[in-house]
């Protein structure tokens, strides 16, 4: 079955850029990035901005929006039966170069999980000119449970606190 993805999340001075590679069957359902409850990334971007943690949508994107942070995911549409990424086929890259030409401040691009790093690697060419810091942080996701919340915060934070302006 033919899934696609959500709008990007971004106002026109975000300078990080948070890709995803397609949301799961339970966001898709409820539309939103990261719906899964048991999903860290919320929980994560929430202690990383030291704000009070809600799951209440609207306050989820402008925590996003406050702290100058792009979220999209690095596919546009797929097909993919259940909420793995290693299930996906047929992908179809998301716009980047318009993307990032709209987004002139981004520096940095940090990827939930290796596999949206590697998706964005097959299908997007930076120009040797690009200024973006690329980096793979270890997936939010529950299929993720090598790695505690604990040990995903501390490997976020390491990465992403240099980014944000408080």
Not at 53 to 60: F, L
Not at 69 to 88: F, N, P
Not at 139 to 166: H, M
Request: with cysteine; charged share 20%; aromatic share 14%.
């Amino acid at each position: 079955m033919k899934i696609y993805s959500f709008p990007y999340i971004a106002n026109s001075n975000a300078k990080v850029l948070i890709l995803g590679t397609m949301p799961g069957v339970q966001s898709l359902a409820i539309g939103e990035y990261y719906g899964n409850p048991r999903n860290h990334f919320w929980r994560i971007l929430f202690a990383l901005c030291h704000e009070t943690y809600s799951t209440h949508y609207d306050e989820k994107q402008k925590l996003l929006l406050k702290n100058r942070i792009a979220l999209w995911d690095v596919l546009q549409a797929c097909e993919r039966k259940g909420s793995l990424d290693s299930a996906i086929v047929q992908e179809v890259p998301n716009d980047f170069k318009a993307f990032l030409k709209a987004h002139p401040h981004i520096t940095h691009i940090f990827f939930n999980g290796q596999q949206a790093a590697k998706y964005f690697k097959k299908y997007i060419t930076l120009t040797s000119t690009s200024v973006y810091s690329l980096f793979t942080l270890p997936s939010t996701s529950p299929a993720n449970a090598g790695i505690s919340l604990e040990g995903k915060f501390e490997q976020w934070s390491v990465r992403l606190l240099d980014c944000l302006e408080y």
